[in-house]
């Protein structure tokens, strides 16, 4: 059943959702930089705090349908797809502006009169790249062959360090189009608790 107003503005329960899927992948992201950070730390720690990361990149690409169960259920789908280009075209299928925006809020000047605006933010994780990353980490769980020049765990730790920064950049204050495109969330994931707010899309007065 749509629960969407008339007004196409969402429910409060739809941003409730929002608000707890975040927290989850917060706590993701934390668990993963403590077991980075810690000393000592060894390849059990990397292993669990890639698959930590690995599950909130996926729940982040995710985060845009999290009121409509269906698309939600299809996106959980893609990803088992073997082909990382396939996993992207059926997420935009679903979503064309399914992955998170990272923000930075302008105040408005009350001199000049102009209002507070969004700005993208450098270092984040983009739609362009996050599926190399998620793909990167994938690899790092499968199994090791004796043949093979064993894992550069030093290498390997650093990159993960790397990726989560770039999603607590990302998630920090973002904005995302939820699935059908009539409005938006903006939501502060560092802030305690998770915060989150609604934003209905205005129409352009020249259409």
Known sequence: MDKTPENGAPTVDDVRLYEAHMERIKLRIEEARGLLYKK??????????????????????????????????????????????????????????????????TAPESKTGAVASFNPVEDALTDADWLKIWGKLSSMLHMQNPWLPKHDIKRNHQFART?????????????????????????????????AYSFGLVPNSDT
């Open 40 to 105: 000592p730390s060894d390849e059990r720690d990397l292993l669990y705090a890639v698959l930590q990361l690995r599950i909130a990149i996926e729940e982040t690409a995710c985060a845009s349908l999290i009121a409509n169960r269906a698309s939600f259920e299809d996106a959980e789908k893609a990803f088992r797809l073997k082909r990382f280009e396939d996993v992207q075209k059926a997420l935009k299928s679903l979503n064309p502006s399914y992955w998170p925006e990272a923000v930075k809020e």
């Open 163 to 195: 990726v989560v920064n770039k999603l607590v950049t990302t998630l920090n204050s973002h904005v995302t189009k939820l699935v059908g495109g009539k409005y938006f969330v903006m939501a502060q994931v560092w802030a305690s608790p998770v915060r």
